[in-house]
C-alpha cells in the first residue's frame, strides 16, 4: 500500500497499516459478505491516516459463475464445492504423455 499526499509518499509500510469492515451483511444474490464501509487506517510514529470508503448501493450484483459455461463452468463449481488440492500440490499438474501407460487413473 501507498499512501500519498500532494504529491509526496507519506507512508509504504504495510506492516502499519489495519482494515476494518463495518456494516457487514451477507448478499442475497451472491451469498458473500458485503461491507458499507471499508477503512484503511495508516499510523507511524508521528502520524495517522485514515481513508474510509462508504458503499451508499449496489452498481451491480451478479455471481461472476453464471458468465461462464462449459469446462470453465464445471471447475468453477468444482472449486466452490470446497474441494481444495492437497498442500504442496497443484490441483493441475502438467504430464508428458510419455509418463503414462495405459489405462493410467493419475
Known sequence: MLLAKDGH?????VDKVTFD?????????????VAN????????AEDTYVVT???????AATKMIDQLDGIKKAAARLGASGRRPRPGRR???????????AGSTR
Open 37 to 44: 464501509v471499508t477503512r484503511y487506517t495508516y499510523t507511524d
Open 9 to 13: 509518499v507519506v507512508g509504504d509500510d
Open 53 to 59: 470508503f462508504t458503499r451508499h448501493r449496489d452498481l
Open 21 to 33: 469492515r463495518l456494516g457487514t451483511y451477507t448478499d442475497t444474490t451472491t451469498g458473500k459478505p
Open 91 to 101: 490441483s493441475w499438474q502438467r504430464r508428458s504423455s510419455s509418463s503414462l501407460s
